[in-house]
């Protein structure tokens, strides 16, 4: 085997057997390995490589690429171990899957569902038996070890369970926990993929691919570390405009200005603050994307103006199959401007809610370019964010045949991309217009995150369901997706009482807060429901609109530094062996722990406390380990890490405007926080137009501040610092700020 190293790329040639392969180090923490020509990424806009520093020699049948205290040893076949510091930390292999050819027709003929196998062609194995985080939404528990999958998107109205191999996603990205040296393992293909967590063999991780090129990033070092390089290279959820991240409804449908009125209306009355509300499809004329039937939605424009200056901002929905129908505007200037996927050169149709549907050519940034006109015109009326739905792509009549050509693609490997380059398309649209973007997409690839925010599409109204939200979201979250959520009290099915309240305190960090329901079910905004749970659904919502400001600081966080939102206890705690399979409890940035009630009945639970934590409704020490909790004592189920300090909104808060009031929670000891402030939507601060502030607290020195960026008047007039124990001190805000 050969080893080429190019000193002013920094990109080492492999030459093994009869095929090239390429070496290139990201940092002395991640590298590349790919196939000569690799398909070109649509996750990955640019790579940048290390060049000074980079070594790469061959002795025989090996060859070994190093930089930093990172080596890499490769033999023939391209397997290869990395090396760090001197020890041989994984191991990779080639593996090629086996088509396994089991009889299994009398179980098909039972009605039981079996799963054909799929033709891999490809792929690799690591040595490794270790607990498994990412890979986007699926379900299971929050290790994956003893699971397989396939990324592949799909839309499945099934109950979601435990063993469904594919849903809406699919993100190549998972993580192989080790404390220091956690491996990142990002696989850029976009065809179907397969993951097989120890499941098949105990000590190996298995990786293939159906189509498309070899082309992979590893990372090595802690969590937090792998999660931030990896997004470094994917990219992060941009900020979402303020209001984003207030309490939001939603229905299949809301079919008229009439009854989006009322919701508002019973909100009001239930005195429970509400920041959206969305237009699923029956706001539209037979289904058609961009159209508003003037009928049900007169004066849209001036409806959506006042209903902003209300702080209730509309999010419509819009769908990615395209009605086929001449006259159609959308549909006319598809077809002259070749817009539109094909198969044998023709026009591909299939069936979606507007009937005969055609397909947009995400793919191609010419299609992209004129649906953003179209979204930008859109967004005009008013309208606050965009929902894309339908973007696997769903179809009716049966799957897209593999070989629908998609703006320069087979479908076979246009496929997993298809709603992330709608959601791309989209949010070039908001830009065009000037924007802040506040896109929700269904279907997502790596790297969707900089475009949209997601949600986990049709659950259902079960118990499970309400459970399996916490590894959803914190294996969502480590897979990059910043900005996540869930239909609240369940898509499908009809929720309880019981498991509205308690879906509700579950989803208090849910950066999306978002209640949905589908048409059929009973309807499920908060005031239908008892007051007993009416009573909670105020005091989350309220407590959420406290926790604003150190929501948003998170998503900044996120943006800058990587540093995940919602989290799972082993992020915050790596070193703490009760948590690597935490399906309970999840944590919100460095300090926030959030430990509901889950099952019916449930009235006390055992939480484990990683570390000191502080009720936040009453004060009270929990110290660290396991202690039963009772819902008399914690309605909210919401703990503060001891050592911390949290910028909030003042309690009573019911608008997701700023405050001229900063909040500072205060757990004790030596505490510090970073406080970003900006205008809450629109662009200028991507022009500097913002104040970053590091706060810190120390029982002897009191209160320092120290604006880290100054770049607009504050809205702040007083500084009210809480101590956890009740005692509240309140001053000016710093003059200089
Ligand atoms: C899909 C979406 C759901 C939406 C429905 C109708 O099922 O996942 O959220 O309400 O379509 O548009």
């Known amino acids: 085997m050969k080893a080429i190293l190019d ?88 593996f090629k899957p086996e088509a396994k050819e089991e009889d299994l027709s009398l179980k098909e003929k039972e009605g039981h569902k079996v799963e054909r196998h799929d033709s891999f062609i490809n792929g690799f194995s690591i040595d490794a038996n270790l607990p498994v985080y990412g890979l986007g939404d699926k ?36 993580t192989l926990f080790n404390k220091e040296k956690t491996l990142g393992v990002y696989l850029d293909n976009s065809s179907k993929t397969a993951f097989d967590f120890n499941k098949t063999d105990r000590n ?73 509300i969305y237009l699923d499809i029956d706001y539209m004329v037979g289904y058609k994307d961009f159209s508003i039937d003037e009928q049900k939605f007169p004066n849209i424009d001036a409806w959506l103006a006042s209903l902003k200056e209300k702080d209730i901002h509309i999010v419509p929905i819009i769908d990615a199959g395209v009605k086929a129908e001449e006259g159609y505007d959308v549909y006319d200037e598809g077809i002259r401007d070749d817009h539109f996927s094909k198969l044998d050169g023709q026009v591909y149709h299939n069936e979606v809610w507007p009937g005969d549907s055609v397909f947009p050519s995400f793919l191609d940034e010419h299609t992209q370019n004129w649906w953003a006109d179209h979204v930008a015109k859109f967004l005009t009326h008013g309208f606050g964010g965009i929902w894309n739905d339908m973007n696997e792509p769903a179809s009716f009549k049966g799957p897209l045949p593999l070989d629908v050509e998609m703006g320069g693609y087979p479908h076979y490997l246009a496929h997993n991309v298809y709603g992330h380059s709608m959601a791309k398309a989209t949010y070039k649209g908001f830009l065009r217009v000037k924007r802040r973007p506040f896109i929700v997409t269904r279907a997502a690839y790596a790297g969707s995150a900089r475009y949209s925010t997601t949600w986990t599409g049709d659950n259902q109204s079960l118990w499970s369901h309400l459970r399996m939200t916490i590894p959803q979201f914190c294996n969502l979250s480590l897979s990059g997706m910043g900005f996540l959520g869930c239909d609240i009290g369940g898509f499908n099915f009809d929720c309880t009482d019981e498991l509205m309240r308690k879906w509700i305190v579950a989803s208090l960090f849910s950066p999306l807060m978002r209640n949905h329901s589908a048409c059929g079910c009973k309807r499920q905004e908060a005031y239908q429901f008892d007051e007993e749970t009416q009573k909670i659904y105020r005091a989350t919502v309220m407590l959420r609109y406290e926790l604003i400001p150190a929501l948003y600081d998170c998503l900044y966080l996120h943006n800058v530094l990587g540093r995940a939102t919602v989290r799972p206890l082993v992020y915050n705690f790596p070193e703490d062996p009760n948590v690597l399979n935490e399906n309970t409890e999840l944590m919100l940035g460095d300090s926030l722990l959030l430990a509901p009630m889950l099952s ?138």
């Open 139 to 174: 379900t299971g528990t929050l290790d994956k070890r003893g699971y397989a999958y396939i990324n592949w998107c799909s839309d499945i109205p099934d109950p979601h369970e435990d063993s469904f191999p594919s849903l809406y996603k699919a993100i190549n990205f998972f």
């Open 204 to 276: 190996k991780v298995l990786v293939s691919y159906s189509a498309g090129s070899f082309d992979l990033y590893l990372f090595l070092g802690n969590l937090p570390d792998v999660i931030a390089e990896y997004t470094l290279l994917t990219g992060r959820t941009p900020l979402p405009p303020r209001w984003a991240l207030g309490n939001q409804q939603s229905r299949w449908s809301y079919p008229d200005k009439k009854t989006v009125e009322e919701v508002i209306e019973g909100y009001r009355k239930a005195d429970i603050p509400l920041s959206a």
């Open 7 to 94: 000193t002013k790329t920094g990109i080492t040639c492999l030459q093994a057997n009869d095929k090239n392969y390429y070496v290139g180090f990201l940092s002395d923490a991640g590298v590349r390995i790919y196939e000569e020509n690799p398909l070109p990424s649509f996750a990955i806009d640019k790579v940048t490589y290390a060049i000074d520093g980079v070594s790469a020699s061959d002795n025989g049948g090996k060859a070994e690429v190093s930089y930093g205290n990172l080596t890499l040893i490769f033999s023939m076949d391209m397997g290869f171990s990395i090396v760090k510091g001197g020890e041989t930390v994984y191991v990779f292999e080639p």
């Open 600 to 737: 019916a009945g449930e009235e006390v639970r055992s939480v484990y406390f990683p570390d000191d934590f502080y009720s936040y409704a009453s004060g009270r020490l929990y110290k660290k380990g396991y202690q039963l909790v009772s819902l008399a004592d914690e309605p909210n189920c919401f703990f503060v890490r001891s050592h911390s300090l949290l910028a909030m909104n003042p309690r009573g808060t019911k608008t997701t405007e700023w405050s001229d009031t900063l909040r500072l929670l205060w757990t004790g000891e030596t505490a510090a926080t970073y406080h970003y402030e900006d205008d809450g939507d629109g662009l200028a601060f991507t022009e500097g137009r913002y104040n970053l502030y590091l706060i810190k607290a120390d029982m002897n020195e009191g209160l320092s501040f120290s604006t880290i960026h100054k770049g607009m008047k504050s809205h702040y007039k007083t500084l009210q610092l809480d101590l956890i124990n009740g005692k509240s001190i309140t001053q000016e805000f710093p003059k200089e700020n």
